[in-house]
């Protein structure tokens, strides 16, 4: 066997195939590699090249995984270093000082930031990262200290750091789950202030890195339909639309969500921000709670949906779209005539097109018309890289909802 030039294996792909990664996404799948030349470990960096032997770039390798090599860089020879490290974050952090506001938001966001497999957030002055990628982990630490060294140069210093790498995908991967401080240990309840909201962020317990930065935008634009409103925010998680809606001036909001730590985080935040009397909670399971409040005659000026994804792969879809079109349709009759309906999808099987039509399904079930008011996706932390569509998975409408006439 001979390796390249520069001493890493060699990996051909099949001709006809490696369409995904031509049109600029970051993985090549087990079925579409010819050979492999030269020796390597799982997690090595290899060269990959087309099936004429034209080179397409550097990635590493992991025959653990269905998804065989990740991208790393599309340049000949380029050298992955801690210089190259360096740069790709200075771009992470040039890109976001021009996009979003860096009090909390996600600074690396995995494939769509060109660094797969590696994910950090900042809330505050505290980074949580995840590594879930075994070629990522030998880069992981420097990432760490480029991170914190470019934002104290722009006056964001960091006191502390959080691994949360606990995501089950670690396992396919080959890698064990962790969790814990890479820095000194600290209060793992962060303050933080978002949308002029105030939030304790669990980053030890909370789900994934702690909060959902990725509504952050979503959330803002609800503003407008709350003043004086009675609001319904379905898996409310730790609060953060309902508080919004709290925060922007409804008369009353209730939150619901079947997890009990997550009602008692959204309590705590409500007391946080003063909306105590007006913010409530209730642990609940949503599809069990909405026929409730239907045969009780209520009527919400506005009901928010954002549920977890209801399908983390394709086999799951059908599944998915039923339990999407019965909370929408359960969720519009809750809406007065003329009221408002935000829903969500953060599942990207769940495509833009599959969604708009599991809506439209709802509506009809119903005997609901809808008049949309906007369509919005993640907020711009997380960038959708075009032809890497695992970065394109938020789909958010508000709709207005009138009955027939």
Not at 202 to 227: M, S, W, Y
Request: glycine share 8%.
């Amino acid at each position: 066997m001979t390796m390249g030039a520069n001493g890493m294996a060699v990996v051909r792909i099949k001709k006809g195939e490696g369409r995904f990664l031509k049109a600029g996404g970051a993985w090549i799948y087990d079925n579409e590699i010819d050979e492999v030349r030269g020796a390597f470990s799982n997690g090595d960096l290899v060269t990959v090249e087309d099936y004429n032997g034209f080179v397409l770039g550097t990635g590493f390798m992991n025959t653990n995984s269905t998804i065989r090599i990740r991208m790393m860089t599309r340049k000949k020879d380029q050298k992955i270093d801690r210089a190259f490290l360096a740069q790709r974050v200075r771009d992470c952090i040039d890109y976001r000082r021009h996009t979003i506001d860096m009090s909390c938001c996600r600074l690396i966001f995995g494939e769509a930031d060109f660094l797969p497999g590696f994910v950090a957030d900042k809330f505050s002055d505290i980074l949580v990262i995840q590594c879930l990628a075994l070629g990522m982990e030998a880069f992981k630490m420097d990432l760490v200290k480029e991170l914190k060294l470019q934002l104290e140069e722009i006056g964001m210093p960091i006191r502390g750091v959080y691994e949360r790498s606990d995501a089950k995908v670690r396992t396919q991967e080959g890698l064990e789950r962790v969790k814990g401080f890479l820095s000194a240990p600290f209060d793992t309840k962060v303050p933080i202030v978002e949308n002029g909201v105030r939030y304790f962020v669990d980053v030890e317990e909370g789900q994934k890195t702690g909060f959902f930065l990725d509504q952050k935008n979503n959330r803002a634009a609800i503003h407008r339909l709350c003043p004086g409103a009675k609001v319904l925010d379905c898996f409310t998680h730790t609060g953060s639309f309902a508080l919004n809606a709290g925060k922007a001036g409804a008369s009353s909001v209730l939150g619901v969500d079947a997890s009990e730590l997550a009602i008692c985080q959204a309590q705590e935040n409500a007391r946080l921000n003063g909306l105590e009397e007006t913010v409530r909670f209730q642990t609940a399971d949503v599809f069990a709670l909405l026929p409730e409040l239907e045969e009780q005659g209520e009527q919400f000026d506005l009901v928010i949906l954002d549920p977890p994804a209801f399908t983390k792969s394709r086999n799951s879809v059908k599944n998915a779209i039923r339990g999407y079109r019965e909370i929408n349709r359960r969720g519009m009759k809750l809406v007065r005539d003329g009221g408002y309906l935000a829903t969500c999808s953060c599942s990207h099987f769940m495509t833009p097109e599959l969604f708009e039509e599991t809506i439209r399904q709802a509506a009809a079930h119903a005997g609901k018309r809808l008049r949309q008011i906007e369509y919005r996706t993640q907020a711009p932390d997380h960038p959708i890289l075009w032809a890497a569509e695992e970065s394109y998975y938020l789909k958010f409408y508000i709709f207005q909802v009138c009955s027939e006439k």
